[in-house]
């Protein structure tokens, strides 16, 4: 399992990084908080999607906590994000980049952790996009936000997306590396191009949309 | 504990049809989010309550995530709102009894459960009521409302009453069945009467509340 | 580990206590609360923080239910402040001394029981900070604030460096009775201090803010 490992380890820190910037990027532009907040969110952000998969998977404490280097990457994003943050706020998009990164990453090293413990295609699929939204989740209740997961169609899917092809492609004996990367790609894709083309899920049966709402 | 178990299995899977129906129509009428918004709600008001039982009791992962019954049924649920929401919609207290249904399920699947894991009577008693409050909470603090358990007088009590019925009847030995179908009804009946009669819990002394306050 | 369980139970329930009565003044001030929101509010403001940190550390149940003594002292705070809070509520400041000593005290315990749990001393320091904010949190987030952790600077830096204070002085092998009170104490009087001149962290650079932001 050792190039497992070490796969899940650097789509985790890479999607760590992604969304410690994104998190401290929204606390500076959505609530202009101080470096303290800015940090704590960023961190949030970054770890909580992961703590809730290991919470749920009862791999206690989470790897954030007996592996220094998510602490240290969440932590390094976050103050990276305050002292550079209008630079790369110029960046115009870069938020919704950083955090479709972050969801790519954490849905394909979710589902990979889920299936490695033992849970069924279903949930592992299910655990993996948890953890991709988690983050964001919690980020957005903090700041009195409706999540992103519920009021955009295009969040979860490519989310759920992502964790269906990297289950997929294990369960058909693929290797993960190759797996894990394609179905990053694709989540990230599908998300990008529904924040370009501002592509929606259907509403319920019977009901018509106002543009805008 | 072969019949305790299904009993228990019984409680918890129609209290999560319940919830899922309950917390996706919540998706339609309150914050009118696409099919991905109302599943991800119904989905996370159905099996909430549950999962933060599991993850309090340390029987990890939940059984949410290792036995496919509560996605389907939770998924499920949520689609039939979906779907059929405009029509159950038209009954017009659907929300509200699907809630009082869940609720009462929840309390008393959860405190059983809670005793079944070797915890004393007045810690299983309010495990159980969170098992009960805890799927609507979720629910509410996603969508910015203030949850009801807190605001509600008589919505955390008759989940505290069931329970403690519950546990009571273990305690003395008599047949979980039963006391199980009482317990329920009871919680439902005075949460149901509640809501008819507007009844509420004291407000601090030397308070006089406002009607409607 | 005698004396150690015993500082540790003292300082746990102790600040229990505190943020029972910060809680439940909290719903009589902010929202006003019933009898039953107060006692719900109250008690996940003084036991959340501990959830959260026994969740983190697996050690489930959570001492909150495997030991009766804490929901009694969560109970018996929140009925206090509901009976006694109109008296309570004159002493003007007392909701924010009671949260600084629950933080104080909550910070330092966390920290301890993180050691002795086997976390490293980077990661023992964070979930300390987190035991100390975590109640007061979920206690934001229910009522529909941004959680003081991200808008107030000296919340979060108070918390850490009682945690770290306590942390060093573990490893340097002093004892813990000594060094708890001292952090607990540090922690205390920064909190106040930052409270009683308003001061704040530093924004991001290249920014000013209003007074009054």
Redesign the interface.
């Known amino acids: 399992m050792n190039t497992g490992s070490t796969l899940y380890l650097v789509l985790d820190l890479t999607g760590t990084f992604a969304f410690a910037l994104n998190g401290a990027l929204t606390?500076?532009r959505v609530?202009?908080?101080?470096?303290?907040?800015?940090v704590?969110?960023g961190m949030l952000t970054a770890i909580g999607g992961g703590?809730i998969r290991d919470?749920?998977?009862?791999d206690?404490?989470?790897a954030t906590?007996?592996d220094?280097r998510y602490?240290a990457v969440a932590a390094g994003g976050s103050l990276v994000a305050?002292?550079f943050?209008?630079g790369l706020d110029r960046l115009a998009r870069s938020i919704l980049l950083l955090d479709a990164a972050g969801l790519s990453l954490f849905a394909v090293s979710g589902a990979l952790k889920s299936l490695h413990?033992g849970?069924?295609p279903?949930?592992a699929v299910?655990?993996g996009a948890v953890t991709g939204v988690g983050g964001g989740?919690l980020r957005d209740?903090?700041?009195?936000e409706?999540?992103a997961?519920?009021?955009?169609?295009l969040?979860?899917?490519p989310a759920l997306v992502g964790a269906f092809l990297v289950v997929g492609a294990d369960r058909l004996g693929l290797p993960d590396l190759v797996s894990a990367v394609v179905a990053a790609g694709v989540c990230f894709g599908i998300r990008m191009a529904g924040v370009h083309f501002g592509i929606?899920?259907?509403?319920?049966?019977?009901t018509r949309?106002a543009a805008g709402?």
Chains 1, 2, 3 share one sequence.
């Open positions: 606390a500076l609530v202009r908080l101080d470096i303290v907040g800015v704590a969110l703590m919470v749920l998977l009862g206690l404490p989470p906590f007996s220094w602490l305050f002292l943050g209008r413990f849970l069924g279903a949930q299910i655990l989740t209740v903090l700041i009195r409706v999540p997961v519920l009021t955009n169609g969040y979860a899917i929606d899920a259907p509403g319920p049966p019977g949309r709402e």
